[in-house]
């Protein structure tokens, strides 16, 4: 609402429907606030999987042999702990994929996969991805 009256310019402290001097209506403002972006929905959101998956034998066959040896306790248990948690890691990562802003809206985009160009999941314009950057396609 207005602190004033828009013809006699009272001050109004309070949220008058008409002005307390002149009579004036006093119309309440209305704010517009813009709608909050949508959140784009994930899309192969497992792709870091692979990789945590290929990883994780390596790391556990490594961690054991490391384990043989008098590094054992200092390099082969942690090695191994990562052997385990890398098909977790992997996904929360995104190891590999492009990743950045839409161009157009502003919306966090990744895990896109073997797509040079597609649609924004938030505002439907088109990106096309040119050097691992995401760009306006025309």
Do not use: Y
């Not at 929905?41 to 994780?56: E, M, Y």
């Not at 995104?94 to 809206?105: A, D, S, V």
């Not at 950057?133 to 025309?138: G, I, W």
């Amino acid at each position: 609402m207005s602190d004033h009256c828009p013809k006699c310019t009272t001050h109004l402290s309070k949220p008058w429907s008409f002005c307390p001097t002149c009579g004036t209506k006093i119309q309440p403002q209305v704010h517009s606030t813009p709608p909050e972006s949508e959140q784009a929905p994930v899309k192969h959101a497992f792709s870091g999987l692979l990789f945590g998956l290929i990883v994780a034998p390596m790391c556990i066959i490594v961690g054991g042999m490391l384990c043989c040896t008098v590094l054992g306790a200092v390099l082969g248990i942690p090695v191994i702990i990562a052997g385990i948690l890398a098909p977790l890691i992997g996904p929360m990562v995104g190891i590999g994929e492009p990743r950045g802003k839409c161009p157009w809206c502003g919306t966090e985009l990744n895990d896109i996969v073997n797509s040079p160009a597609f649609a924004c999941h938030s505002c439907q314009g088109k990106v096309l991805l040119q050097d691992s950057k995401f760009v306006k396609a025309v």
